[in-house]
């Protein structure tokens, strides 16, 4: 059975989050709303499966719901260019540190950016 790999991606969200969502909005003190808000995450399932659940409210088997709900309700589209660079990577653990790498990353460039 291969190994799971994982995968960082980018979905662009509607700037309505910024004024509508406090926590997002106090996450990203930096924004200037010339840049976009996204959301990055990181996923075992390809970017676009992924974004599917999300946008449908995906529940699991076990009946936890997966999908983030900033992204339900505000997510655009997939932005390949900011997270085609990253290689998939084998672990979780490094799966979530990167993530967490590029949303930090895209803050600094001034981007509004949510993640877990």
Do not use: D
């Amino acid at each position: 059975m291969p190994k799971t790999q994982y995968r960082i991606y980018v979905v662009e969200l509607s700037k309505r989050v910024f004024t509508e969502n406090r926590r997002f909005r106090e996450a990203n003190p930096q924004f200037n709303g010339v840049l976009e808000c996204l959301y990055v995450g990181m996923t075992s399932k390809t970017p676009k499966e992924r974004f599917a659940q999300h946008k449908t409210g995906y529940i699991n088997k076990k009946g936890h719901k997966l999908s983030s709900n900033i992204v339900q309700k505000y997510g655009s589209y997939l932005r390949p260019s900011l997270y085609n660079h990253i290689k998939p990577m084998e672990s979780r653990a490094e799966a979530l540190k990167m993530e967490r790498l590029l949303a930090m990353e895209l803050r600094r460039k001034r981007y509004a950016v949510w993640f877990n």
